[in-house]
């Protein structure tokens, strides 16, 4: 486990929603350094179809008292070879987006807030090493 997490808490992409939330409005300037904590590389029988490899990220970073996670799945996909998220509403997280009323925003709309943030995480250079994937252009 990373050292500045304090807390005991699930490494797998899927169980970010049980670490504790943090909310933040949405107009919030987050200056937010995440860190890559795991990188799992599906088995065969369970990639994603007509993908050479699929897997899920899990992606830190420390507000305060409490970590936030981001955790997505990834997928080469077998016509191109090209690395890509393998579905852009599905960011895990425990970031909960109020919006300007302090409302907790739905998943479709923090979406499109979620994705620009992975973007901003060298996660396909990481995924390429950590999962083997060898691919040049990376």
């Not at 899927?14 to 937010?32: D, E, F």
């Not at 979406?111 to 995480?121: D, E, F, I, N, S």
Request: net charge negative.
């Amino acid at each position: 486990m990373h050292p500045n997490i304090q807390l005991r808490i699930s490494l797998t992409g899927w169980t970010v929603h049980t670490w504790p939330a943090v909310q933040v409005p949405l107009l919030t300037n987050l200056a937010l350094e995440f860190e890559h904590l795991r990188t799992i590389v599906a088995p065969p029988g369970d990639r994603l179809p007509a993908t050479l490899a699929s897997g899920h990220s899990l992606w830190y970073a420390q507000n305060g008292k409490f970590p936030i996670g981001l955790g997505f799945s990834w997928a080469v996909l077998g016509c191109s070879k090209m690395l890509v998220l393998a579905d852009a509403l599905g960011v895990v997280t425990n970031l909960q987006l109020l919006d300007p009323y302090g409302n907790e925003m739905g998943t479709e709309t923090s979406a499109k807030y979620l994705v620009p943030l992975v973007r901003t995480l060298d996660w396909e250079r990481v995924v390429n090493r950590e999962a083997n994937l060898n691919l040049d252009y990376l």
